[in-house]
Structure formats: structure tokens, C-alpha cells
């Protein structure tokens, strides 16, 4: 099973500023399937990225992932205060399809 | 638009059981693998099972491996999860989602296993 190590697990910052966040994974992420979900309190979580660094349909681009194999990053270039809210990591490659523990972007 | 409507939670006792469905509807359901995915009440997100498009393939999180069987009706655009020998560790809002990566979501069925 790979397990997926997020940090941090809080990011507080204010709007405007840059937020990066880290996804390591203990093993190599098959095809680089590595997707990022935003999720809002009492919602359902949302498809960001795929595939490591492709945009999902509606994401703005101030959102961008990279990566390959065991180490991907998720910035969020400007911060609107729309975007403060929980990301997790997930892979696809190879069952199980495990979840980072996510991380808190807060004000 | 795609939807996912889940249903058959509640409360049930340790050692019980419980059969989840999901209700798909607006694309080519029989094209498509399904997951399903649990959120406990203030946690994270924990990938449950998935089935491939035509039911050939299921994958378990370790956690439920032997308790939970998903399966699917394409001809009823329908997926399940059977859940047995349920523990208070199950308590969790129970999401279906459609492909991967994880591209459309329902809104949850939330199962409380408690005595």
C-alpha cells in the first residue's frame, strides 16, 4: 500500500499570498496518477488536479501541481479567500487508492 | 449532468449489517470504474473500494478487505456496497464517486455503527 504523507497539516496565510503544498508518497506513484481535492466544510470534495499537473474542468490557474514518483506540490500562486479550505492528495495508479491525510489551508 | 444519490445508511450495531446504493445518472454509467470513499465524523477522507466498469474488478482498502463487497447493475445504473460485521470504526459519511481520478461525487449516506 502506498501511503501518502502530506504537510503541513495547517497553512495558515493571509490573501494574496503563495501556498505550497507537499505530498510524498512511500513508494513511486504509478503513471504519475496523483490527483488534489478541494474540500469546503459540510461539501463534498472537488477534483482539482489530475494526473499530477493538469487542471480539472472550471479550476482556475492560479492552481498548479507537479511532480513525478514520490514527491508532488500543489501551489496556489495567489490566495483568494475562496481557496481557503482542506486538500487531499490522492494516487490512482495502483490499488488501494489511497488518501494524504490532507492539509488545512486557514486565514 | 452527472449525479450520485446514495442511500441506505443509518444506525446499526457492532457486528451488523448494511447494503449502501448509489444511483447514477447522467453519463454512461457501464463506461465508467466506481469508488467508494468514507469521511468519519471531523477526519479525512479513507478510499474505501472500488469496481471496474464491468464488474470484473474490485479493489479493498485493507480495513475492510473480507467485511465489504462492492458490486454493480449496469442495466439499473446502480452501485452497492455490502457491509458486515460492522464496527464503530465504519462510522463514517459514505461517498460514491465516479472514475479515476475521483471526477464527480454524490453527497454522502452517513452509516453510525453504534450500540
Known amino acids: 500500500e502506498i501511503v501518502l504523507m502530506q504537510s503541513p497539516g495547517t497553512l495558515s496565510l493571509s490573501p494574496g499570498e503563495r501556498a505550497t503544498l507537499s505530498c510524498r508518497a512511500s513508494?513511486?506513484?504509478?503513471?504519475?496518477?496523483l490527483a488534489w481535492y478541494q474540500q469546503k466544510p459540510g461539501q463534498t470534495p472537488r477534483l482539482f488536479i489530475y494526473?499530477?499537473?493538469n487542471r480539472a474542468t472550471g479550476i482556475p490557474d492560479r492552481f498548479s501541481g507537479r511532480g513525478s514518483g514520490t514527491d508532488f506540490t500543489l501551489t496556489i500562486s495567489r490566495l483568494e479567500p475562496e481557496d481557503f479550505a482542506v486538500y487531499y492528495c490522492?494516487?490512482?495508479?495502483?490499488?488501494?487508492?489511497?488518501f494524504g491525510q490532507g492539509t488545512k489551508v486557514e486565514i | 449532468q452527472v449525479q450520485l444519490v446514495e442511500s441506505g445508511g443509518g444506525v446499526v450495531q457492532p457486528g451488523g449489517s448494511l447494503r449502501l446504493s448509489c444511483a447514477a445518472s447522467g453519463f454512461t454509467f457501464r463506461s465508467y470504474g466506481m469508488h467508494w470513499v468514507r469521511q468519519a465524523p471531523g477526519k479525512g477522507l479513507q478510499w474505501v473500494a472500488f469496481?471496474?466498469?464491468?464488474?470484473?474488478?474490485?479493489y479493498y482498502a485493507d480495513s475492510v478487505k473480507g467485511r465489504f463487497t462492492i458490486s454493480r447493475d449496469n442495466s439499473k445504473h446502480t452501485v452497492h456496497l455490502q457491509m458486515n460485521s460492522l464496527t464503530t470504526e465504519d462510522t463514517a459519511l459514505y461517498y460514491c464517486a465516479k472514475a479515476s481520478p475521483l471526477d464527480d461525487w454524490g453527497q454522502g449516506t452517513l452509516v453510525t455503527v453504534s450500540s
Open positions: 494526473g499530477a499537473s
Open positions: 490522492q494516487q490512482y495508479g495502483s490499488p488501494p487508492y489511497t
Open positions: 513508494q513511486s506513484v504509478v503513471s504519475d496518477d
Open positions: 469496481i471496474r466498469y464491468d464488474g470484473t474488478k474490485e
